[in-house]
């Protein structure tokens, strides 16, 4: 069964930069599409970038563009969400997922509804406050 394990969540001051990280298992990151979603309190879970399986390719929502940086390390078969000047708005829990029923050798169009991932993390807690 594919398992995901995110971590690198934390409070942090506005301005400030996490990165986050989600380790797959039983799946290769190399065939598949990588996400991140956040949800925040009260709202539904939006997606914030995605990673194409071979080619690499990202996408940003508008929300996050020039302040995250999405990346992978095949070796490690872990993808990263680099976070850099934090909002307030940013506090949510983000979630990495993945798209194993239909999702082989996927790339980042069409990426953004949530509802088409049917694998995902626990989630990471990230906390932006002054």
């Known amino acids: 069964q594919v398992q995901l394990v995110e971590s690198g969540g934390g409070l942090v001051q506005p301005g400030g930069s996490l990165r986050l990280s989600c380790v797959g298992s039983?799946?290769?990151?190399?065939?598949?599409?990588m996400v991140w979603v956040r949800q925040a309190p009260g709202k539904e879970r939006e997606g914030v970038s995605c990673?194409?399986?071979?080619?690499?390719?990202?996408d940003y929502a508008d929300s996050v563009k020039g302040r995250f940086t999405i990346s992978k390390d095949y070796a490690k078969n872990t993808v990263y969400l680099q976070m850099n000047n934090l909002k307030p708005e940013d506090t949510a829990v983000y979630y990495c997922?993945?798209?194993?029923?239909?999702?082989?050798?996927?790339?980042?169009?069409?990426?953004?509804?949530?509802?088409?991932?049917?694998?995902w993390g626990q989630g990471t807690q990230v906390t932006v406050s002054s």
């Open positions: 990673i194409g399986s071979r080619d690499g390719s990202t």
């Open positions: 039983r799946f290769s990151m190399d065939d598949y599409l």
């Open positions: 997922a993945t798209d194993i029923t239909s999702g082989f050798l996927g790339s980042c169009t069409g990426w953004s509804p949530v509802s088409q991932y049917d694998n």
